[in-house]
């Protein structure tokens, strides 16, 4: 929905921000400031020297300004030090006047690095040049306070005077100004210490990090400062949890001593520890990056170019999925990277998995593994589904080279289970386990292209034909379910001759069959609006194959309401479309609720269909009939699945709907999810819920609906004959 306006992506990307903070944030724990100690006891015992020393000549140049004797030295200039002193005093009484004093906080330990004579360090720390700046890349009215960076040691550590930094203008375009890619960690400032100014202060931490992620395609985990007068907590945001300090008063010796350890910590620690990813470079010679994948069972790790990222890390927390197109090879200039000769897909990701690898039954690495035995030599769906090529855990280096599994058990050690036993802001209680989540990375051929990129209706059936069809093998002679059916997860291969071939990809969420039913259906899986009901619902029905075939049908409707350029329609297309923006909008149990009234029979299922544009939904001739096309492929796939002939599975609201009749006692109107008038005659009585019938046949079912698709794809496929130029 990228065509929302920037007001709702901004009004949005504020209400997770909140939301996030109030899931994901706990506060107090201790450790989190010795996640930046460098590995290597030399280095760590040489930075602790530099911090010790640092902070000693600040406490005398503040005792000394305290004394009225402006002195200052060459690191923190006279013309800096009053705004220190006001800063760590608490005199400053608006926000922007933190941030001089802030600024020159930074500098001063930079410079201190910079010219001390210990084991050298890796890098600077230094504040943007800018202060309540919007990045270069914002398309929203975002601004960030500080923006910290990580500079070469030859940086000139210069400095403005105080008066320059209180003045800058609001809004700078220029060169000088930073981009979210450039940035390390934020630094989000208030002047009140309430509970709902360090609530605000997270906040604003948290929607400016997603963007760093957005942007960063190297980053793994990020940093964060937050100051509420002269408290600082320290953040430390991975993949599923974020973890505050115990609040440092700047006001105190200690209090500064500390955020000065932190500070040239930061400048010696190893890259990772900055939560950047070693394993992926940027290569200035020939304006790609390159990216090493661990290789298959234990083999040297490949390393592949890219120049095209093609899905995002676009949330704060998750899988953090990435992909990119890449190839073995090195780019011409000009050249994209999915054009070259053996050109690969890479998934880079963070999925909730055990560390001991024998018991990852989620594994894709090892799905795919599965799938390219089992269907090697099945022509019926060559190239219609991954081939691994290179892939596993990714591994971090360590100072003395062993390397070890990039994991958040191992990257965040204590400081995860002490954040597991922490509150969160306000003392609100938080969920008691953290679990573990573990970096992966998979290079896969072939190379497919998204279906808004499908040039007809029948092309559309064509590819989701395809991959239905490789599905049902993969259920078949694997004993695999993908469980997350949905438009990113269908592509299209475009032949020589200018025919298509559809792709199923995204083995993230599979489970293998024999799993116990209550590992199959333990999570909610999947994408809102192709999401099946009894996954929306989390109810306690097996997940079986008809859950992905539920959600062919709704991707077939998406794409016949919105059309196929679906990835720019904007909040307010949706809205337009009121029986879409049913399965768009509203809880997970609402929307499962709507989209059991629409599927429960033809009459009410063409609420969706009538809403169909004509693009999408030409007439054709079908067994000497007029027919709307898609509106007759997605009806037979409905009416196969849900008014199929097996005792007690016809209906989709059954038990629900005597239920609520009795709840509403038949004097009150009933709820949008009720049809105004009864549904097929044969609907199931009692409190039998025909989902759970049905998930007793899927098996019988399931052919059933391939059978229907396969019949529609040989129609698209003969309209595609007779429309060719």
């Given at each position: 929905?990228?065509?929302?306006?920037?007001?709702?992506?901004?009004?949005?990307?504020?209400?997770?921000?909140?939301?996030?903070?109030?899931?994901?944030?706990?506060?107090?724990?201790?450790?989190?400031?010795?996640?930046?100690?460098?590995?290597?006891?030399?280095?760590?015992?040489?930075?602790?020297?530099?911090?010790?020393?640092?902070?000693?000549?600040?406490?005398?140049?503040?005792?000394?300004?305290?004394?009225?004797?402006?002195?200052?030295?060459?690191?923190?200039?006279?013309?800096?030090?009053?705004?220190?002193?006001?800063?760590?005093?608490?005199?400053?009484?608006?926000?922007?006047?933190?941030?001089?004093?802030?600024?020159?906080?930074?500098?001063?330990?930079?410079?201190?690095?910079?010219?001390?004579?210990?084991?050298?360090?890796?890098?600077?720390?230094?504040?943007?040049?800018?202060?309540?700046?919007?990045?270069?890349?914002?398309?929203?009215?975002?601004?960030?306070?500080?923006?910290?960076?990580?500079?070469?040691?030859?940086?000139?550590?210069?400095?403005?005077?105080?008066?320059?930094?209180?003045?800058?203008?609001?809004?700078?375009?220029?060169?000088?100004?930073?981009?979210?890619?450039?940035?390390?960690?934020?630094?989000?400032?208030?002047?009140?210490?309430?509970?709902?100014?360090?609530?605000?202060?997270?906040?604003?931490?948290?929607?400016?990090?997603?963007?760093?992620?957005?942007?960063?395609?190297?980053?793994?985990?990020?940093?964060?400062?937050?100051?509420?007068?002269?408290?600082?907590?320290?953040?430390?945001?991975?993949?599923?949890?974020?973890?505050?300090?115990?609040?440092?008063?700047?006001?105190?010796?200690?209090?500064?001593?500390?955020?000065?350890?932190?500070?040239?910590?930061?400048?010696?620690?190893?890259?990772?520890?900055?939560?950047?990813?070693?394993?992926?470079?940027?290569?200035?010679?020939?304006?790609?990056?390159?990216?090493?994948?661990?290789?298959?069972?234990?083999?040297?790790?490949?390393?592949?170019?890219?120049?095209?990222?093609?899905?995002?890390?676009?949330?704060?927390?998750?899988?953090?999925?990435?992909?990119?197109?890449?190839?073995?090879?090195?780019?011409?200039?000009?050249?994209?990277?999915?054009?070259?000769?053996?050109?690969?897909?890479?998934?880079?990701?963070?999925?909730?998995?055990?560390?001991?690898?024998?018991?990852?039954?989620?594994?894709?690495?090892?799905?795919?593994?599965?799938?390219?035995?089992?269907?090697?030599?099945?022509?019926?769906?060559?190239?219609?589904?991954?081939?691994?090529?290179?892939?596993?855990?990714?591994?971090?280096?360590?100072?003395?080279?062993?390397?070890?599994?990039?994991?958040?058990?191992?990257?965040?050690?204590?400081?995860?289970?002490?954040?597991?036993?922490?509150?969160?802001?306000?003392?609100?209680?938080m969920p008691p386990t953290i679990p573990p989540r573990i970096h992966k990375r998979v290079a896969m051929t072939p190379v497919g292209r998204p279906l808004r990129e499908l040039?007809?209706?029948?092309?559309?059936?064509?590819?989701?034909?395809?991959?239905?069809?490789?599905?049902?093998?993969?259920?078949?002679?694997?004993?695999?379910?993908?469980?997350?059916?949905?438009?990113?997860?269908?592509?299209?291969?475009?032949?020589?001759?200018?025919?298509?071939?559809?792709?199923?990809?995204?083995?993230?969420?599979?489970?293998?069959?024999?799993?116990?039913?209550?590992?199959?259906?333990?999570?909610?899986?999947?994408?809102?609006?192709?999401?099946?009901?009894?996954?929306?619902?989390?109810?306690?029905?097996?997940?079986?194959?008809?859950?992905?075939?539920?959600?062919?049908?709704?991707?077939?409707?998406?794409?016949?309401?919105?059309?196929?350029?679906?990835?720019?329609?904007?909040?307010?297309?949706?809205?337009?479309?009121?029986?879409?923006?049913?399965?768009?909008?509203?809880?997970?149990?609402?929307?499962?609720?709507?989209?059991?009234?629409?599927?429960?029979?033809?009459?009410?299922?063409?609420?969706?269909?009538?809403?169909?544009?004509?693009?999408?939904?030409?007439?054709?001739?079908?067994?000497?009939?007029?027919?709307?096309?898609?509106?007759?492929?997605?009806?037979?796939?409905?009416?196969?699945?849900?008014?199929?002939?097996?005792?007690?599975?016809?209906?989709?609201?059954?038990?629900?709907?005597?239920?609520?009749?009795?709840?509403?006692?038949?004097?009150?109107?009933?709820?949008?999810?009720?049809?105004?008038?009864?549904?097929?005659?044969?609907?199931?009585?009692?409190?039998?819920?025909?989902?759970?019938?049905?998930?007793?046949?899927?098996?019988?079912?399931?052919?059933?609906?391939?059978?229907?698709?396969?019949?529609?794809?040989?129609?698209?496929?003969?309209?595609?004959?007779?429309?060719?130029?």
């Amino acid at each position: 929905m990228r065509g929302a306006t920037s007001e709702q992506i901004r009004s949005l990307h504020e209400i997770e921000a909140a939301a996030d903070v109030e899931a994901y944030l706990r506060v107090d724990v201790d450790g989190v400031l010795e996640l930046a100690a460098p590995e290597d006891p030399a280095k760590c015992a040489a930075a602790d020297r530099v911090a010790r020393a640092a902070s000693e000549a600040l406490e005398a140049l503040l005792a000394a300004a305290a004394a009225g004797q402006q002195q200052g030295s060459p690191d923190l200039p006279g013309a800096e030090l009053p705004d220190v002193q006001k800063l760590v005093n608490g005199g400053c009484r608006v926000e922007r006047q933190m941030y001089p004093g802030l600024v020159y906080l930074v500098r001063y330990v930079a410079r201190r690095v910079k010219g001390s004579d210990e084991a050298e360090p890796h890098r600077l720390i230094l504040p943007t040049d800018l202060v309540d700046f919007k990045c270069l890349e914002e398309t929203e009215d975002q601004r960030i306070d500080i923006g910290l960076e990580c500079r070469p040691l030859d940086s000139d550590v210069s400095h403005l005077p105080a008066e320059s930094i209180s003045r800058l203008p609001r809004c700078v375009v220029g060169a000088s100004r930073a981009g979210y890619i450039n940035l390390f960690a934020i630094l989000e400032a208030k002047i009140g210490t309430s509970p709902s100014s360090a609530a605000a202060a997270h906040a604003q931490l948290f929607q400016y990090t997603r963007m760093v992620y957005e942007t960063q395609y190297d980053r793994r985990f990020a940093w964060g400062v937050t100051v509420c007068g002269t408290g600082v907590r320290v953040c430390v945001l991975g993949p599923n949890f974020a973890a505050a300090s115990p609040c440092i008063s700047l006001a105190t010796e200690d209090g500064r001593a500390a955020l000065v350890r932190l500070l040239v910590r930061w400048s010696f620690c190893e890259e990772h520890q900055l939560g950047y990813d070693p394993s992926i470079a940027y290569e200035p010679d020939s304006a790609c990056w390159s990216i090493q994948v661990p290789g298959l069972g234990g083999a040297a790790a490949e390393t592949f170019y890219t120049n095209e990222m093609f899905a995002i890390a676009d949330r704060l927390f998750g899988r953090h999925t990435r992909c990119f197109y890449a190839s073995p090879t090195v780019p011409r200039p000009g050249q994209l990277t999915s054009a070259c000769d053996g050109a690969v897909v890479i998934k880079d990701m963070w999925p909730e998995a055990p560390e001991d690898e024998a018991a990852d039954v989620r594994d894709e690495i090892k799905h795919l593994t599965t799938i390219s035995a089992e269907l090697r030599g099945v022509d019926a769906v060559a190239g219609m589904y991954p081939t691994i090529v290179a892939g596993g855990r990714v591994q971090l280096p360590r100072h003395d080279g062993d390397p070890r599994h990039d994991t958040t058990p191992a990257v965040f050690g204590a400081v995860l289970q002490r954040a597991a036993a922490a509150k969160g802001l306000g003392d609100r209680d938080m969920p008691p386990t953290i679990p573990p989540r573990i970096h992966k990375r998979v290079a896969m051929t072939p190379v497919g292209r998204p279906l808004r990129e499908l040039a007809s209706p029948y092309e559309l059936v064509v590819a989701v034909a395809h991959a239905m069809r490789c599905h049902s093998e993969i259920v078949a002679r694997c004993g695999i379910l993908h469980r997350d059916i949905s438009p990113n997860n269908i592509m299209f291969v475009r032949e020589t001759d200018g025919g298509i071939r559809g792709l199923l990809i995204d083995f993230d969420h599979a489970i293998s069959l024999t799993c116990a039913p209550a590992e199959a259906r333990q999570d909610r899986t999947g994408t809102l609006p192709f999401m099946s009901i009894g996954n929306l619902k989390q109810s306690d029905v097996e997940r079986t194959a008809l859950d992905d075939w539920e959600s062919v049908i709704y991707i077939l409707c998406w794409f016949g309401v919105i059309g196929l350029n679906s990835e720019l329609v904007s909040y307010d297309e949706i809205g337009k479309h009121p029986q879409l923006k049913k399965w768009v909008f509203g809880a997970h149990k609402e929307i499962a609720a709507e989209k059991r009234a629409h599927l429960d029979n033809g009459r009410h299922f063409a609420q969706i269909t009538d809403e169909f544009n004509e693009a999408m939904d030409p007439e054709v001739a079908i067994d000497g009939e007029s027919q709307w096309f898609l509106s007759f492929v997605v009806e037979g796939l409905r009416s196969a699945l849900i008014d199929n002939g097996y005792p007690h599975c016809q209906g989709a609201l059954n038990p629900h709907r005597a239920k609520a009749a009795r709840r509403m006692g038949g004097n009150a109107p009933a709820p949008s999810f009720l049809p105004s008038k009864p549904t097929v005659s044969n609907a199931p009585t009692g409190s039998q819920d025909p989902f759970a019938c049905r998930a007793q046949r899927w098996r019988e079912i399931s052919q059933d609906l391939m059978n229907r698709l396969e019949r529609h794809c040989r129609i698209a496929q003969g309209m595609l004959e007779l429309t060719a130029p």
